[in-house]
């Protein structure tokens, strides 16, 4: 690790990115090379780096695969995943063939409505703060949708009102949530203005102080469900099926294993949500919540054997993705993407990620029923366990092959290797 000399960069963000790169450079410690691999990381891409984010200094570039087999809703579909993770595209192609006897992924939405809270504090009687709330509904509606009108020339607009009275630790608050269909965007900033327009109203007809204004990620309003089915031959037996219900069950028991076999989830969830330009921390914060809504966190998936003895996979979790707005219509890569997809509308896409979501979570419960996970994940951590020794060119396939015919996936080992082809012998 470099020691740097200072945090202090005067007037850094308003150099522009290849002279904050230098700055970098001379307080870092960073040698030329080092420079140059940052510059060239983000060829032709510094513009954008420097809109999207502040004090921009180069970008990195991440792996987008395609996964290929899915039919959702009786549509083939090619589905760019964007992801560092080897194993992961693979696992989805792999899942996705094993169901397309049987139609693919069946999905549903709820519809793309979002809310916004609004915090309400130094009442003396929430509860009246909350009724007198209730009274103003429609001003609150006109106020909201006066805020977006390119939002409802679309269709959207404000729709509903959700008024909560919750205990803390200082006491009763009100909380008013404002429930806004916001159709193609995933709509953060929609409502964020809406809540902030309407927060100083609130505030004149209760009397109450009004803190936060911002919407919720656990968008529980705006879920995305799929259903598939294996059929048990494409299993690989009724033991496989077995063994991978008993893995399901013990996911939906034990938060120790369902942090992971969500995460499985989340490997193509968050890698299609990255790969279309939309928010991954969003979306991730809104499946845990919701994970989490019995009172404990459990799977997010439920799984089930069928009349025929079939296994029957279901995913339902908040989906707030957009086509408008964030990075999805700004980074040509994302604009791609969604050409791939062939996607109109956000509630598509929607149904897309939720589909990779599930035949992510068959891929991996049948490789930890069956092999484990490491054997899919040999090949392609051999490659990445050579590269981190410093094989070039031919180097990498050739240690690579040798830690795989080991079946010892070791960075010591991979560097005897290396030296070993170094010296010819
Ligand atoms: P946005 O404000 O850029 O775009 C949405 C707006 O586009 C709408 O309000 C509407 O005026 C307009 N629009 C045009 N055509 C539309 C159509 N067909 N459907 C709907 N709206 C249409 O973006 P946004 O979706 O409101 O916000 C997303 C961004 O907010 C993301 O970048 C996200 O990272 C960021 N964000 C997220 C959080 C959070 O998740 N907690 C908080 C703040 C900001």
């Known amino acids: ?46 513009d954008l780096a420097d809109r999207l984010v502040e004090n921009a200094i180069t970008s990195m570039a991440i792996p987008v695969g395609i996964a290929t087999n899915m039919t959702v809703d009786g549509r083939d579909v090619l589905v760019p995943m964007a992801t560092e993770e080897s194993s992961v595209i693979a696992a989805v192609c792999n899942s996705a063939k094993r169901c397309r006897a049987t139609g693919g992924f069946k999905t549903s939405t709820s519809g793309p409505v979002m809310a916004a809270q609004i915090q309400l504090l130094d009442a003396s009687d929430p509860e009246n703060v909350r009724l007198k709330v209730l009274e103003r509904y429609d001003e609150i509606k006109a106020i909201c949708d006066e805020t977006d009108p390119l939002l409802l020339k679309f269709g959207g607009g404000f729709r509903e009102l959700d008024i909560r009275v919750i205990d803390s630790a200082e006491g009763p608050m009100t909380i008013v949530h404002i429930v806004v ?39 529980d309003r705006r879920v995305a469900r799929v259903r598939a089915v294996w059929p048990v031959e494409e299993i690989g037996g009724e033991q496989v099926r077995d063994d991978m219900l008993s893995a399901y069950y013990f996911a939906d028991s034990d938060p120790y294993r369902a942090a992971t ?83 109109k509308t956000a509630d598509e896409l929607a149904r897309i990620i939720v589909s990779v979501g599930l035949a992510q979570n068959f891929g991996a419960m049948r490789a930890l029923a069956t092999t484990g996970i490491q054997k899919g994940h040999m090949a392609l951590h051999a490659q990445n366990v050579a590269l981190m020794v410093g094989a070039t060119g031919d180097e990498i396939d050739k240690v690579a092959a040798e830690l795989k015919a080991l079946g010892k996936v070791r960075q010591d080992i991979a560097e005897e290797i290396l030296a070993r082809l170094r010296s010819g012998a």
Do not use: C
């Open 261 to 343: 076999h969500n995460k499985g989830i989340m490997n193509g969830i968050s890698a299609v949500v990255l790969a279309t330009g939309n928010d991954t921390r969003a979306i991730e914060a809104g499946a845990h919540a919701f994970a989490a809504k019995d009172g404990w966190y459990r799977s997010m998936s439920r799984w089930e054997k069928d009349a025929d003895g079939n296994l029957v996979g279901i995913l339902e979790m908040p989906m707030a993705v957009g086509l408008i707005g964030g990075a999805t219509k700004i980074h040509p890569t994302a604009q791609a993407n969604l050409k791939i997809l062939g996607v």
């Open 1 to 46: 690790m470099s020691d740097v000399t200072s945090s202090r960069i005067e007037g850094f963000h308003k150099m522009d990115p290849a002279a904050r790169l230098q700055a970098v450079a001379r307080q870092a410690g960073l040698d030329n090379e080092a420079v140059a691999g940052l510059a060239d990381a983000a060829s032709g891409q510094i």
């Open 181 to 219: 269909d916001t159709r193609d965007a995933m709509g953060a900033n929609a409502v964020n203005s809406m809540a902030e327009a309407l927060a100083p109203k609130l505030e004149e007809w209760t009397g109450a102080r009004s803190l936060l204004r911002i919407l919720t990620n656990l968008a």
